[in-house]
DNA sequence: ATTCATGCAAATCGTTTGCAACCCA
DNA sequence: TGGGTTGCAAACGATTTGCATGAAT
């Protein structure tokens, strides 16, 4: 995503362009296989603009989140981490996260629409989105064992 | 489960019978159907169990997650969520959450063998457990609307 | 008797907020 | 110029921890 997209995109939500949010956004698309906390995300971005407050690292991630280009993940580790929302993507893909070594995969497959009619039809509940973790062996620690 | 389950169990596991411990567990008996923060959980025992301490109830509910009682739930609300875990449930539940008043409902079937089988196939990563919710309107809302 | 559990208060730690200085539009 | 934004430090709030007392085995 160029400077000028960005510029474009925050001023149709009203927020000004600044080179914090530049940095921040940067930072994430150089990391795209990351799932990276706050916390890591305002060292990374620090090597760059070191003269950043982390206070504004929190703020840009929410940002960034609202205008959808990043989406919140939880991985129960206490942390709140984040991750590029990537082109073309409707709904968010899954999480493959291995309990021996944490190692953790993205599901770019849906496969969720059957479960999600029959949500509809049972529950008479309209799925728009959903958050789907998968828990178990990744293929290095199944071979390991 | 009756108190002498649960003295087997923690014996099990090495823990003690408390009537704190006690306490927790019945008062999530009595609420089924709640998806209690720890706060919640806290000021519910306080009606039988006055002296109890904020402290002991966040210990026992991570006792209790650990002896696989309970099981943890975030519904991105800045709080711990807590549920029992039925019994005969191999998989967790899935949650429909409805994005305009929040009300929270659960889905007992599975439904995720496909996607598991092909995740393993494309994959090579064994899935052995899962936490799914899904985010959208409930019947209520959309008729409403 | 020994070991573990409790309750209290203090500490921790991720995150939010108030505010004066600053910068983008 | 004017209002959003930043960085700093202080505040916040959920959770954890140290420790002396108390209860369970």
Redo the contacts with the bound molecule.
């Keep these: 995503m160029s400077d000028h997209e960005l510029?474009e995109l925050?001023?149709e939500y009203?927020?000004?362009?600044?080179?914090?949010?530049n940095a921040v956004l940067s930072m994430l698309f150089e990391h795209m296989d990351g799932h990276l906390?706050?916390?890591e995300i305002y060292e990374a971005v620090k090597k760059t603009?070191p003269?950043?407050?982390?206070?504004?690292?929190?703020?840009?991630?929410?940002?960034l989140v609202r205008i959808g280009l990043v989406s919140k993940l939880d991985l129960d580790d206490?942390?709140?981490r984040y991750e590029l929302v990537k082109q073309n993507e409707d709904h968010r893909h899954h999480h493959l996260i291995c309990n021996q070594c944490g190692m953790i995969q993205e599901v770019q497959e849906d496969l969720l629409n059957a479960l999600e009619e029959q949500i509809l039809l049972k529950n008479k509940f309209l799925v728009n989105d959903h958050r789907v973790k998968f828990y178990g062996l990744c293929e290095n620690c199944r071979s390991r064992n």
Tied chains: 1, 2.
Aim: glycine fraction near 10%.
């Design positions: 510029k925050l001023k009203g927020y000004k362009f600044t080179e914090q949010r906390s706050t916390e603009y003269e950043i407050g982390i206070s504004t690292v929190y703020r840009t991630l929410l940002l206490g942390f709140n």
